[in-house]
């Protein structure tokens, strides 16, 4: 468990932040400029906030109170920096054994580095670069990994094939995380702990499903990011049509493409804007997936939509609906409704 | 046409060797020590610094030797203190002329390093202090090797001005054959005589000689380097 609770003036730019997060995945997610690198860096020691306490377990990283403050080399954090930072003089396996070889045969097995530890950092494409990165924080047996937003600087395919081995190391390896991100999708899919960044300050903390599912967040997020996460598992296979039949505390859901074997478990996103809702239970639509739900929440913002919150059995669902349907329908807290998903909305982005 | 080097003219020219490298030898550790601190510290009294190590370059030579004169010499605070304690003389003595050429050369050296330095990413650094590396390990296997092509640089520039150092050498250690007397102060002299005009050309091939020599060997080996290196 990783507890932050810090204060750190850099210009204009406050840094004010308090969370605590528990194992596993915790996301730390903000637009760029929230503070989300300033902290990690806090978490690492590269930064010395003016005020606060920095606890890993039960040691103390950073306490101005008690004058602790711990030198980076003290803290075993493995820093997976963006641009990967690997030593360009170096071998791949000794940029990999520069800061210990915990564990190596099976850290260079898990990320596939067995065919590049001869080769130079300049002739690696971005995603192994990461890759080694990966793979040298975690030789030097970290307590804690801090990844500031690895994929980001990688296109659409290298992030798929990144992607696995981050999830492999989530499930298999038992050290924290914290993943800095702006990408809603890959929090949705990775984290287990969201923690939400706006302009230095935490604005929305806690489990990742719940908090993806707050209506209130859907302004953090973007209304075109925003939505639900909801954990499933897989209840058949309709091969005929090439869909999977999903179940979860709501309902069923039924989606196309093989997500998994039978009695797999499968996240699924549900993007807001990709919920509709009505009032009585729709005839001759084309969607599949109809879905009774209790309004738990409406939030107005700024621009001409609503966030809807929706209780769907013990999961929580949200739709994004125009403030004129709003009004139309009704739309009150506590009122049954049924939101439409449509089956090919659920991108596979989204799936993991 | 090296006939016309007599014995003094080839005393001139070992002992121009000598003094140059024993200047570029002792002055390069402390440049690395100056620039890095120039380059990465923040510090009070740290333009002070700065310009300290760049007086050389902007004062007249004779200056400079002028003030190594009354520091150095046998009277000087730090002469007197010199030959008192360990019986060291450095005025009109060869290693005199090393210490001029040295102070001479190290803001060059300062300069070409400080650059070097500042090329090199912190954020690299600061990833080997989160994999638990000293600060002298990072800067042993980090900095110094991504800087060698700055510094060997700095120490060719440091070089080529120490061998051609004149106005302060001739200044605090003046032009005594065999002992002080490099190859700029021999041509100097050479030229007051009439008909040595064989030995100052002499003199001045040797010169060019090393100059060239010593620019085509850093280009090699900064070549190396940085094919090393991975740049």
Not at chain 1, 84 to 96: C, D, I, Q, T
Not at chain 1, 162 to 188: G, T
Not at chain 1, 214 to 233: E, H, M, S, Y
Not at chain 1, 274 to 283: G, K, Q
């Amino acid at each position: 468990m990783l507890q932050v609770a810090i204060q750190k003036s850099l210009g204009d730019f406050q840094l004010d932040v308090s969370f605590d997060a528990p194992s596993g995945v915790t996301a730390i997610f903000g637009r760029s400029g929230s503070g989300k690198t300033s902290l990690v860096n806090a978490v690492a020691g590269l930064l010395h906030p003016d005020a606060g306490r920095i606890a890993l377990g039960d040691q103390v990283l950073f306490d101005d109170g008690a004058g602790i403050h711990r030198a980076p080399q003290q803290r075993r954090v493995g820093y997976v920096f963006q641009d990967a930072r690997l030593f360009p003089h170096m071998s791949v396996e000794r940029n990999l054994r520069y800061g210990g070889d915990h564990d190596a045969d099976r850290v260079i097995d898990v990320l596939g580095l067995g065919d590049l530890l001869t080769r130079r950092p300049a002739g690696l494409s971005g995603g192994e670069k990461q890759r080694v990165a990966l793979g040298r924080a975690l030789m030097s047996d970290p307590q804690i990994l801090l990844l500031d937003e690895p994929l980001a600087a990688l296109d659409a395919p290298r992030k798929a094939e990144i992607m696995p081995y981050i999830e492999r190391l989530r499930d298999d390896v038992q050290v924290p995380m914290l993943y800095v991100s702006h990408d809603v999708s890959e929090v949705a899919r990775l984290a287990t702990t969201l923690v939400i960044l706006d302009a230095g300050s935490v604005v929305a903390a806690g489990p990742v499903g719940e908090v993806l599912s707050r209506p209130a967040a859907v302004p953090l997020l973007g209304v075109r990011d925003a939505g639900a996460v909801i954990v499933t598992k897989v209840a058949g296979r309709l091969l005929d049509d090439g869909l999977t039949e999903l179940v979860f505390s709501g309902g069923r859901i039924m989606l196309p493409g093989i997500l998994g074997v039978l009695g797999q478990t499968v996240r699924l996103r549900i993007p807001a804007q990709d919920v509709i809702l009505a009032r009585t239970v729709p005839e001759g639509i084309s969607a599949l997936n109809v879905l009774p739900v209790t309004i738990t929440a409406l939030e107005q913002g700024r621009g001409p939509g609503v966030a809807v919150g929706l209780k769907a059995g013990d999961d929580a669902l949200l739709a994004r609906v125009t403030r004129r349907s709003a009004q139309r329908m009704e739309l009150a807290v506590g009122q049954q409704v049924f939101a439409i998903i449509k089956a090919t909305a659920v991108g596979p982005e989204d799936v993991g | 046409m090296m006939d016309a080097l007599g014995p003094a003219e080839w005393a001139a020219i070992w002992l121009s060797l000598r003094v140059a490298i024993a200047a570029t030898i002792c002055a390069l550790p402390v440049a690395i020590a100056i620039a890095y601190l120039l380059a990465r510290k923040e510090f009070p009294g740290r333009q002070f610094l700065n310009g300290l190590v760049h007086l050389p370059l902007v004062m007249p030579p004779v200056v400079t030797g002028y003030l190594l004169l009354v520091v150095f010499g046998r009277q000087g605070a730090v002469g007197a203190f010199l030959y008192d304690v360990f019986g060291i003389t450095l005025a009109f003595r060869w290693t005199g002329a090393a210490l001029a050429a040295a102070i001479m050369a190290f803001p060059l050296m300062v300069r070409a390093i400080r650059l070097a330095i500042e090329a090199v990413d912190p954020g690299l650094e600061d990833a080997a202090a989160t994999l638990g590396a000293s600060r002298w390990r990072i800067f042993g296997t980090l900095t110094l090797p991504l800087i060698a092509p700055g510094v060997l640089a700095g120490a060719v520039l440091g070089f080529a001005k120490a061998l051609g150092e004149f106005g302060a050498t001739i200044t605090f250690v003046a032009a005594i054959p065999g002992q002080t007397q490099t190859i700029p102060s021999a041509i100097y002299g050479l030229l007051q005589v009439p008909g040595e005009e064989p030995a100052v050309l002499g003199l001045v091939i040797v010169s060019i000689i090393l100059a060239m020599g010593a620019l085509l060997l850093s280009e090699w080996l900064g070549r190396v380097m940085a094919r090393r290196v991975g740049r």
